[in-house]
């Protein structure tokens, strides 16, 4: 994942570098732990759900965890420095000789459009799967063979499946399908359980919106109503097409759980 050039500096640890010294092999290897964070009107959004998380991965790597109260300050030290008031701010976990160096600094980012917020996006159906579903770490060759879909074909996100046939989760986000104003989504154990897929676990939890931890197969679309995807750049939006399967849009349950979150992230 690329860095941005715009901004004037990124951290390596608690030093505050010039972004032209970044080394830029770094964005590109696979292997590393890290989170990306949406700063929105200059705050971090969610941030200790993120740092927790940077850890829970470690922990499943079996890699040392970091001592998470000392990360805060350095996110917020690069927002400052670089004065970005709404963006996506990378933490990434380099290991040199046993230490665990942090590297923060502001990645490109792709919103949605409002259109697209209106109308839906496109998908396609990815036959591929994380090696670690559960743990955020840089896996290129699934994510490169993702970008050449989306670059190629024109769509927004593809979608992940299994040698079961089940559509396990997006290469960059979380999806839930709905099926008689209910939802389902991968059980958490499949999937890297992203911080905007918990948050709408929450709220659909607090509107009395049953919900069943069952990866939808493709086979099953039919039986679905609607789906959306969830992730760190998009929110929550819904999906107009997944592969041939056309998807309704503006669906009720979409609809207050898209209200409930918006709140939510005012």
Partial sequence: MKHRIDVDYFLRGEQLLPIAEFPKQMASESGLIYEVLRVI??????????????????????????????????????IAADTVKNGNLKLLIYFENDALI??????PHRYPTAEQYANGVKTL??????????VKIADWK??????????????YETLLVNKEGEITEGSRSNIFFIRNKELYTAP??????????????ELAEKHHIPIH??????????????CFITGTSPGVIQLRSIDDFNCSINDSIYGLLLEAYNKLIQ
């Fill in 41 to 78: 009107n200059g705050k971090a959004l969610f941030m200790e759900e993120h740092l927790r998380r940077l850890n829970k991965s470690l922990r499943l790597a079996s890699k040392p965890t970091y001592i998470l109260q000392n990360l805060a300050p350095l996110i917020h030290k690069l």
């Fill in 213 to 226: 931890y069952e990866a939808v197969k493709v086979d099953d679309l039919a039986n679905c109503q609607a």
């Fill in 188 to 201: 958490a154990k499949m999937v890297l359980s992203g911080i905007t897929r918990n948050k709408i676990i």
């Fill in 102 to 107: 942090p590297y923060l600094y502001f990645i």
């Fill in 142 to 155: 699934v994510r490169g063979r993702a970008n050449k879909l989306i670059d190629g074909r024109g769509v």
């Fill in 125 to 134: 159906l990815q036959y591929d799967i994380r090696t670690l579903p559960e």
